[in-house]
């Protein structure tokens, strides 16, 4: 006779509302198709005669898509660079990295961990366009960004000291010293030519 049909998920999880059953639940439809409908499912048919069951594996694959892309950047000579570059997909992607268009080489300064570059004590030689690529067997995509690294001796121009202040005997008088400098500038303070050095006061 005609057998009955039903379907079920091996690991045992139910069905969610949006998957139909049609042609007297001959066949299974999934609309919109997620990582979690991935999985093994079993067809079970059974009439008087007997019982069969029929097995198949969903597996679910995706192109890489990015999670978080690299920025244009400025920083200082001898500082450490930073660049997290993730994406997601299935399977995981890989990553690797140019400068300029070329493989970049891996070595003591420059290294890469799980998408992650990281560059220390910079030169201006590490100064150029770099490039981010993930892949997997699905797709490639790219993000890139500038890299400038700069050097300059401390400069006041754009924040300089009041030539005079004015306070009140008792009160705190607070001096900034913030040269624009690349790296960071060390700043010692002398009053009439002779080291101040740090006290109570």
């Not at 990582?35 to 097995?55: H, M, P, V």
């Not at 890489?64 to 994406?87: F, S």
């Amino acid at each position: 006779p005609v057998p009955q049909i039903n379907w079920r998920r091996t690991d045992g999880l139910p069905f969610p509302s949006k998957i139909k059953l049609r042609k007297s639940n001959g066949m299974i439809e999934i609309p919109n198709f997620q990582q979690e409908d991935a999985g093994l499912y079993e067809c079970i048919t059974e009439n008087s005669r007997g019982k069969n069951i029929a097995r198949g594996r969903l597996t679910y694959y995706a192109k890489p898509h990015w999670i978080q892309t690299i920025k244009d950047v400025e920083v200082a000579v001898e500082d450490t660079l930073y660049w997290d570059c993730r994406a997601s997909g299935k399977p995981k992607p890989s990553y690797r990295w140019l400068k300029n268009g070329e493989q970049l080489a891996i070595e003591g300064r420059i290294q890469i961990e799980n998408g992650a570059l990281t560059i220390s004590n910079l030169n201006l030689t590490d100064s150029g366009r770099y490039q981010c690529i993930a892949e997997n067997k699905h797709g490639v995509i790219s993000s890139s960004a500038e890299l400038r690294v700069v050097a300059s001796a401390p400069d006041f121009s754009k924040s300089p000291m009041k030539r005079l202040i004015q306070v009140q005997i008792g009160s705190t008088v607070d001096f900034e010293c913030k040269p624009k400098a690349f790296p960071k500038a060390k700043c010692s303070w002398k009053k009439g030519g002779e080291q101040l050095h740090e006290n109570e006061r």
